[in-house]
Structures are given as C-alpha cells and as structure tokens.
C-alpha cells in the first residue's frame, strides 16, 4: 500500500485493503486498447466505496458511473489533475485529485471503459409536480432566459454524446443539483456553456429538470 492510497484510508474515503496491481506510473507508454478486466480490478479496489462496484452508486453524494460513456469518463479525470500550464484543477475535489493523480493514462481508460460496459440501475422520479416543468426545460429549455434544451446536447433520452456530452438518464437527481449550482458558481469549471446555462436557473427550475432526468430513458 503506498503513502497516497494510506492518506485516502486516512481521510476516511474507504478504501479499505488496497493491495492495488495496477500501474500508478505517472510515466506510462503509448496507452493501449482498454482492458475491461483491469478497469474491474481497478474499480473494485479503488472505486467502490464511493461508486459501487458496478458503478451503480448508492446515494446521490456520489454518480452513477454504469453506462457513462468511456471517453467522458477519461476526461473528467484528466480534468482532476492540475494541469502544467495551470494553477489548479477545473474539477476542483480533492479526494479525487489523489485518486485520477495515481492513475496513468492507461489506467484511466481500462476503468473507464469497464464503468461504460456496466448497466445503469433505474431511477426515478420523486417530485410528481416537477415533471411538467422539467420535461419543459429539458426538451424546449427557456427561451426568455437563454437557456437552451437540455436534449439538444444530451439527447432525447439523455444518453449524450460521448467525450462532450455525459448520460444523464438514470442519474441521481440531487447530484445532478449539486452539479449544476457548481457550474453556476464556477467551483466546477470544465464546460463554458453548462456555466452560461445552469447560471440562468433558479433553484426550482434546476431542481424540477434534475429530477425529470432522474426518470429519463
């Protein structure tokens, strides 16, 4: 067990017996195709305790990642990594700083590629009375405030496009919330336009259009 993974248990993350296989090597060869079967390893050592196994995670604090597509995942983090032209990370987390800074590119791309192969659990609904306004401003957005469809980017049944648009169907609700108050308020700072929009909503509407996608597929 290395002295990054022992911070983790420290910090109380949960990572418990991480007698890790995989490479940590910040210097890794040219990355090659994902190996599902070591993005598995990965995710049941590293990833569970927050996540689940399966990427089913247990409670909104943390995403579902069953079904995400590969090239999304990969890149979120890459953006947990303070970059060598910048100051901090775009995704500022610091737990997550330490898990994305111990993985190598290839790393990254087995567990995301194992996390993609995985179905996502259904969600649901919780609010009847955010239906309405929510499939409103998922297919038709608000014209008088500038804020667009969320399908146009995210797709009907909110299965995005992967590298730029994530799956949002299946999707805990109250993290979709917790994600779109930190777009609004910069603390996440990887997407320009998800800042312009979630900026434009009040709390009723982010929560009303959070929920709808927690049903949606």
């Not at 949960?14 to 990355?31: C, H, I, T």
């Not at 590969?70 to 987390?93: F, M, S, W």
């Not at 609700?173 to 929009?197: C, I, K, W």
Request: charged share 20%.
């Amino acid at each position: 067990m290395n002295r990054l993974y022992r911070s983790l248990v420290a910090l109380g993350a949960g990572f418990g017996g991480l007698a890790v296989s995989f490479s940590v090597s910040a210097e890794s060869a040219q990355p090659a195709k994902p190996d599902v079967a070591r993005g598995q390893a990965i995710a049941t050592q590293v990833c569970a305790a927050c996540h689940a196994a399966d990427g089913n995670s247990v409670g909104a604090a943390f995403p579902k990642l069953a079904g995400q597509h590969a090239e999304y995942i990969v890149k979120q983090l890459k953006d947990y990594k303070t970059q060598p032209d910048a100051k901090a990370p775009v995704r500022n987390n610091p737990i997550m700083a330490d898990i994305a800074g111990a993985l190598n590119e290839q790393d990254m791309i087995n567990v995301a590629a194992y996390f993609a192969s995985q179905k996502a659990k259904p969600n649901f609904v919780r609010d009847k009375n955010d239906v309405a306004l929510g499939q409103k401003i998922y297919r038709g957005g608000i014209a008088d405030k500038g804020v667009p469809a969320c399908a146009a980017c995210h797709g009907a049944t909110g299965m995005g496009i992967p590298v730029q648009y994530p799956r949002l169907s299946y999707q805990w609700g109250d993290y979709t919330v917790a994600q779109l108050n930190a777009f609004a308020s910069g603390q996440r700072n990887n997407s320009e336009p998800m800042h312009a929009t979630s900026s434009r909503l009040n709390d009723a509407e982010m929560k009303a259009v959070a929920d709808y996608i927690a049903g949606l597929h």
